[in-house]
């Protein structure tokens, strides 16, 4: 069994770049989460997806930050014009539906 | 609103001896408990759960919880602690009563084993 993938491991964008992160839950899971993590810091919520739709974005910033889950293909967390600040762990975690979710390896953004 | 508390960013203790992580929690219903451990440079790993029955929770690698209601915590703990327990821990917790399953996570703690 496959668990949370996500791609890339590591992504280094320059200021102004666009970054798309990826993240295939595990097979059957229908709710997906994106956390953002900086250094020597806990998990931040970011948003809460089922298929094509968003529950929760209350901890996406207003601006540049989308997200999506599509019917078919993987989750995507987008950042328009990266800025330095954006740098980060982003993970993705996956669940059933029930309370337990499964959290990916993580895509390290690094912009310059 | 829910919350969750982990006091300690560092806890450290010698090999073989037993260790505690503390953890409390603020919710308006009944809460589903959990902790991960994060290794370096790489994701959560889920630990164990508590959503109800026994308030003695049995996870992964040796670890247990306490589910204690009446002082609102959580706390994890380990008989005999390894060095390969190293690592970050977070406690989590989501708000049955809450129609999303966001789950909010404490700030970590910083467990170190000394040989």
């Known amino acids: 069994n496959a668990g949370v993938m996500q791609n890339p491991r590591h992504l280094v964008r320059r200021r102004g770049q666009e970054a798309r992160l990826r993240c295939s839950p595990v097979k059957g899971h229908s709710h997906v989460y994106w956390y953002r993590q900086l250094p020597e810091e806990g998990l931040k919520f970011m948003v809460y997806l089922q298929k094509e739709n968003i529950i929760d974005e209350s901890g996406m910033p207003k601006e540049r930050f989308s997200a999506e889950f599509p019917k078919e293909g993987p989750s995507i967390l987008r950042i328009q014009q990266v800025v330095r600040g954006d740098s980060a762990a982003y993970f993705c975690?996956?669940?059933?539906?029930?309370?337990?979710?499964?959290f990916g390896p993580g895509t390290r953004l690094l912009v310059l | 609103a829910q919350s969750v508390a982990q006091p300690e960013d560092q806890v450290n203790v010698a090999e073989g001896n037993p260790l505690t992580v503390k953890c409390t929690y603020s919710v308006s219903g009944n809460p589903y408990l959990f902790w991960y451990v994060q290794y370096p440079n790489r994701g959560l790993q889920f630990l164990l759960k508590y959503i109800t029955g026994d308030n003695l929770v049995k996870g992964s690698y040796g670890f247990e919880a306490e589910f204690n209601k009446s002082q609102t915590s959580f706390h994890l703990k380990k008989p005999s602690a390894l060095v390969s327990d190293s690592a970050l821990y977070f406690c989590a917790v989501r708000d049955t009563d809450s129609s999303a399953s966001k789950i909010i996570f404490g700030s970590g703690t910083r467990l170190s084993i000394r040989p």
């Open positions: 975690a996956s669940s059933p539906g029930e309370a337990t979710q499964y």
